[in-house]
């Protein structure tokens, strides 16, 4: 399994340009979500997703887009590229504890962007 | 959502047991205590999970006190390979992924 897979890993863009980051998972997994995480910092959960076709807002969803058409990807979409999106992107996918436990997630390397 | 509480940084040298303790005051009956590590330019990885007393696996042991109010991630005699962040989650058994990382505890282990 390759587990979690972020494309690509960094990216610079020019303020008002649009993107789209890529998340795949292999694993089969319900729930895929986006964080980001500014220098020094913990993680801010951006979209998440609870299955194909489902998709909502977390903490921080303003300037992004999200659609799921398949279990498999999650891409992020950056409407108009603000120099205040610089950060690092992760994405993370994560299904029903088997234990029964709470849901642990699996992460992908992340995507450094950079926007001037 | 219930919020965590956890010192900034550590220092710890090589061969110590290391203690990193969460504060969640208003956890939840169905909240579980995650802990996940991350080294830099890294994403998070999952380290441990419990909902009570005692949990142990091959990298480290969680232990939460009958209240819940509090947990403790022990690290058993840390390398300098141990060096990263630490984080405490709390949150439900299902859309636990939607849990709060905080700025976690920058663990720094020296030889």
């Known amino acids: 399994n390759a587990g979690v897979t972020q494309t690509p890993k960094f990216q610079v863009l020019k303020t008002g340009q649009s993107m789209t980051l890529q998340c795949a998972q292999d694993?089969?997994?319900?729930?895929m979500s986006w964080y980001r995480q500014d220098p020094g910092m913990g993680l801010r959960l951006i979209h998440y997703?609870?299955?194909?076709?489902?998709?909502d807002q977390g903490e921080v969803p303003n300037g992004y887009n999200v659609s799921r058409s398949t279990t498999e990807d999650f891409p992020l979409r950056l409407l108009s590229a603000a120099p205040s999106q610089t950060s690092v992107y992760f994405c993370?996918?994560?299904?029903?504890?088997?234990?029964?436990?709470?849901?642990?997630?699996?992460f992908g390397p992340g995507t450094r962007l950079t926007v001037l | 959502l219930a919020k965590t509480t956890q010192p900034i940084s550590m220092d710890s040298y090589e061969g110590q047991e290391v203690n990193i303790t969460c504060s969640h005051n208003?956890?939840?009956?169905?909240?579980?205590i995650t802990w996940y590590q991350q080294f830099p330019s890294q994403g998070p990885r999952f380290i441990i999970q419990?909902?009570?007393t005692k949990v142990t696996n091959e990298v480290a042991s969680l232990f939460i006190p009958a209240d819940r109010k509090s947990s403790t991630l022990s690290l058993p005699r840390v390398s300098l390979s141990d060096t990263a962040v630490y984080y405490c989650l709390v949150g439900p058994v299902l859309g636990g992924f939607k849990t709060i990382f905080g700025a976690g505890t920058r663990l720094f282990v020296k030889a």
């Open positions: 694993m089969n997994h319900e729930y």
């Open positions: 208003n956890i939840a009956t169905n909240d579980y």
């Open positions: 997703s609870v299955g194909a076709g489902i998709t």
């Open positions: 993370a996918s994560s299904s029903y504890g088997t234990s029964g436990g709470s849901d642990t997630q699996y």
């Open positions: 419990g909902y009570k």
